[in-house]
């Protein structure tokens, strides 16, 4: 294979990986959006706590990569559900921006507490056995592909549950229509319950593959992996599945590329000028529909 | 003398052609009505009117202006007022403010003299007042200033809405749907009351209306508008038993 | 008793001319504090700070409470004011020959910032809420990188060693100006078109309000503002880099307009001065000599296991106090009810000539 080739192909590898992470981050902010239509600010946090309790399974309980994985997102989904119950049920009915401010005090709260308890940057031991094999110049690691791997089946696992399940129904009816679905026998404080649990443990799931991935941590890191994976839902469309995984793998891509071509300051800096691009070009996202209102 | 004329107007809401092809004609001081089945397009025309939509194809002139193309406010400031079907009052806004916005288009002072209240602010603001208190006298709601809208009962909130598109200072005056929830009491209260602003304020009044007995009973023309097609035009005997009109009613069932 | 205590205040409540003796004292006070150091430094900083935090908060408020929409820029406005002003004093003008054109830098920054406020506004033409976040998220995040990326205003390392020519007088003066004109931009067809945008943006058009000159007005009159607390706060701090104006910058900001409560001028100032001084107060060093009246064996472990910690435990407070305050108080302190004496007179009459205080937008509030 051609330099060029390859070089291609080794940076899409990275992108797949960026993008797997965002894309499972992304969908907690989407599928919140779509129930509740709140941008819930955080849930970067989330993710953070997330890749904390990975260290802590990992380091403290000694524990392998898949009960790490599992107590993560569980521990994960269970801090979105308390997250919901505590904070945002009460102003269901408050107006938009309390919410809203709400989210934004829980995550410096989640942050602020965090670095409390862990003052300094934790570095995470290796989970899993890392084999890198070389493809015809592209250098694969084991630890790319179960990530990909790993999000990807997740991922699919949502779209089944969302599309297929009867909880997933009422998901779907519930952010179709506010005012009559309660009526109709949904248990609506269920199913946003539920929601916001897959979402966390979601995020969990992203807490832990960063933490292999990009193995030192800090109570900060969610916040800019959070905002690139909320640009990433709104990139798709906000409150749609599938244009989540789509704008985060999209954004993946764009911010793997531009670090292969610019200097890596550069990055941030393309990232949200091709957002406010998109959003100018088509503000509803790619799979969004345009919401009119009637006058 | 022609206040407004609309010809051939079409509107598309994507594949949807909600308005296919209305005309019409008012006069100074006309006093006509919109009837129709639901979903006939009534509610899209006065969007069309006041510019909330532009019209795909056709010309809407008010005097001798083309409004296709104009923003709301353009069209507003052009003395066009109107209510809405669902009232949207600025809900957590006092009853003053909500008529004293509706001056913004009169009020004659520059962004500087806002921000410094200088010069013409304090003349302007003081005559909005006073219109505002005056508008709100006639309509009794001046004991209500300070009130937050949302907080009025329903009836007051129609009353406020189009007390505050009188604010506006219009000519034509647009009301859409001004009669509904209202019991058969204050629909013979709200019918003297529309003729007398039409002569107060000296208005041509357009209005949709599925009360017949308002419609038929201070209309001099009324136009029956069918999946946005302008049916039939003319004054109420005729249209009261024009064949038309019947089947259009009786075959989409009860109106409402 | 309480009921002389209220009728006591309302008599003091209506007597507006007071607030122009407050005035009066106020830039007494300003002069005099660091003149005969009345009191002292920590003291004369932190009020310099609550200053610069009002000015932010003042002026965030007019875009998210007054218009309703939710800005995340402030912080990028306040950088480019800051680094306008910055540079104008490092190295454009002979500062050290005048210092009497440092007010001149501020200003320009303020300037500077506006022009960008109102490209910021073009794009909440077509989108509000949520998508107008990300916009002004994104024009922060860009403003942020821009700087990064430009050696010759030092890049990520900022700019360090500016002088320091923000005084008490030159804060006071500032909040003084904001104040006045924010108001006066709330109080005029501007301001109530700026509310009704918020109510019902289409009704607004509607009404004859022109909503796009009306948003290009409160963009730049907001950001106006916060590039001068930038340039104040540059010339404070002394140093200044990109790091310093992120989205932890805007939270703060976010959080002390939402805690005084949404379109109301006085609670900005409240939110912005109880934020700011509570945080303030439970510095360690701060309780400690607060507290070093106690005994000592009551002290010491107190000191040991709870004030020492305090410096990262505020932190955690602080947030977890703002989503108790959304909890049971959603509006802030004082959401969409003012202060009396902000109220213009002609506005206060003409809600209240026929009845009394009502719960309206403009009513009247007592300061509480
Ligand atoms: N903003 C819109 N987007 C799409 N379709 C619309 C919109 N507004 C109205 N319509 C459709 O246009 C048709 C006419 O509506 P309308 O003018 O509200 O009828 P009515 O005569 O009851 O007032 C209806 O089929 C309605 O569903
Ligand atoms: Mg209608």
């Known amino acids: 294979m051609s330099e060029s080739i390859v070089y291609w192909l080794q940076q899409t590898l990275n992108a797949l990986q960026l993008g797997s992470i965002y894309a499972l981050i992304a969908l907690g902010y989407t599928m919140v959006y779509g129930i509740l239509t709140m941008i819930n600010f955080a849930h970067g946090d989330v993710f953070m706590v997330g890749a904390f309790f990975c260290f802590i399974a990992a380091v403290y309980l000694g524990l392998p990569f898949l009960p790490t994985l599992l107590l993560t997102m569980a521990g994960a989904a269970l801090l979105g559900v308390l997250i919901e119950r505590l904070a945002y049920k009460p102003l269901r009915n408050a107006p938009r921006v309390s919410a809203i401010i709400t989210a934004l005090g829980l995550g410096l709260f989640l942050e602020n507490f965090t670095l409390a308890l862990a003052p300094y940057p934790k570095h995470i031991p290796a989970l899993l056995e890392n084999v890198t094999w070389d493809l015809g110049g592209v250098s694969v690691s084991s630890l790319q592909i179960i990530i990909i791997c790993l999000s990807l089946g997740l991922m699919f696992l949502l779209d089944y549950v969302v599309h297929r399940t009867p909880v997933g129904m009422a998901m779907r009816a519930i952010s179709w229509d506010k005012t009559f679905v309660p009526l109709m026998g949904v248990p609506v404080d269920l199913i946003i319950s539920v929601t916001f649990a897959i979402g966390a443990g979601l995020a969990g799931a992203a807490g832990t593959m960063y933490a292999l991935a990009y193995p030192v941590i800090d109570p900060y890191m969610g916040i800019m992996v959070g905002w690139k994976a909320f640009i990433s839902a709104v990139v798709g469309g906000i409150g749609n599945i599938r244009g989540a995984m789509i704008g985060a793998f999209i954004l993946g891509g764009v911010e793997i590329m531009v670090t292969a071509f610019f200097p890596s300051t550069y990055r941030d800096f393309v990232a949200f000028s091709l957002l406010l691009l998109l959003i100018v070009i088509r503000p509803y996202g790619i799979l969004g529909k345009p919401r009119t209102q009637k006058v | ?256 | 008793m309480s009921a002389l205590l209220r009728s006591g205040w309302e008599w003091f409540i209506a007597q507006r001319w007071l607030m122009m003796v407050f005035l009066i004292i106020g830039f007494v006070l300003a002069f005099a504090i660091p003149e005969y150091n009345l009191l002292n430094k920590y003291v004369q900083l932190v009020m310099m700070y609550v200053g610069i935090n009002i000015i932010l908060t003042v002026s965030l408020n007019l875009v998210n409470g007054y218009m309703g929409e939710f800005s995340l820029a402030h912080a990028g406005f306040m950088a480019v004011g800051a680094y306008t002003a910055a540079l104008l004093t490092q190295k454009v003008l002979p500062i050290a020959a005048h210092p009497w054109l440092f007010p001149l830098a501020v200003l320009m920054g303020g300037l500077v910032a506006a022009v960008l406020g109102l490209i910021v506004a073009v794009p909440s033409f077509k989108v509000r809420g949520d998508y107008l976040a990300i916009i002004t998220l994104a024009f922060l995040m860009i403003v942020k990188s821009v700087i990064e990326n430009i050696d010759y205003i030092g890049g990520p390392r900022g700019i360090p060693g500016i002088k320091k020519l923000t005084t008490l007088p030159w804060v006071f003066f500032w909040v003084v100006v904001t104040v006045w004109v924010v108001r006066n931009f709330v109080y005029s067809k501007y301001g109530r078109g700026v509310l009704s945008i918020r109510e019902d943006e289409i009704a607004s058009d509607l009404m004859s309000v022109n909503t796009r000159r009306v948003k290009f007005m409160a963009f730049m009159v907001s950001s106006f503002f916060a590039g001068i607390a930038g340039g104040l706060f540059a010339h404070l701090l002394q140093f200044i880099s990109p790091r310093v104006f992120d989205i932890i910058k805007t939270t703060d900001v976010l959080i002390m307009v939402y805690l005084g409560g949404i379109a109301s001028i006085g609670g900005s100032i409240l939110g912005a001065t109880a934020y700011t001084v509570l945080l303030e107060l439970l510095r360690p060093s701060t309780v400690a000599a607060m507290l070093a009246w106690l005994p000592a064996m009551v002290f010491d472990p107190l000191n040991e296991y709870v004030i020492s910690h305090l410096g990262v435990w505020r932190m955690v407070i602080m947030p977890l106090l703002l989503v108790l305050v959304m909890l049971y108080w959603p509006r802030g302190i004082m959401g969409l009810r003012e202060f009396r004496w902000f109220v213009p007179k002609r506005d206060m009459e003409a809600h209240h000539c026929l009845n009394k205080p009502t719960g309206g937008s403009h009513d009247a509030a007592d300061g509480r």
């Open chain 2, 1 to 256: 003398m022609t206040l407004l004329t609309a010809v051939k107007v079409k509107h598309y809401f994507g594949g949807l052609c909600a308005v296919s092809d209305f005309n019409l004609q008012l006069h100074y001081g006309d006093l006509m009505g919109i009837i129709g089945p639901n979903g006939a397009g009534k509610t899209t025309i006065f969007n069309l009117i006041t510019g909330v939509y532009r019209a795909s194809e056709g010309s809407i002139r008010l005097r001798n202006t083309e409004l296709v193309g104009k923003t709301p406010h353009q069209i507003t400031a052009l003395r066009v007022g109107r209510t809405f079907q669902n009232i949207r009052l600025f809900r957590d806004l006092s009853v003053l403010d909500n008529v004293r916005i509706a001056h913004y288009a009169q009020a004659d002072y520059s962004p500087l003299e806002a921000l410094l209240h200088i010069g013409r602010y304090r003349r302007e603001e003081q005559r909005i007042i006073e219109n505002s208190q005056r508008l709100l006298a006639i309509f009794k709601l001046e004991h209500l200033a300070g009130e937050t809208a949302k907080n009025l009962p329903y009836g007051l909130q129609r009353r406020l809405e189009i007390a505050r598109a009188l604010a506006i200072g219009p000519e034509l005056l647009l009301l859409d749907e001004p009669a509904a929830g209202m019991n058969p009491n204050e629909i013979d209260l709200l019918m003297e009351f529309i003729q007398w602003i039409r002569t107060e304020f000296k208005l041509t009044i357009l209005l949709i209306e599925h009360q017949m007995k308002l419609v038929m009973g201070i209309c001099e023309r009324i136009t029956v508008l069918d999946f946005g097609e302008t049916l039939v035009e003319g004054p109420p005997e005729v249209i009261q038993n024009h064949p038309k009109v019947l089947e259009a009613y009786l075959g989409e069932g009860p109106v409402g």
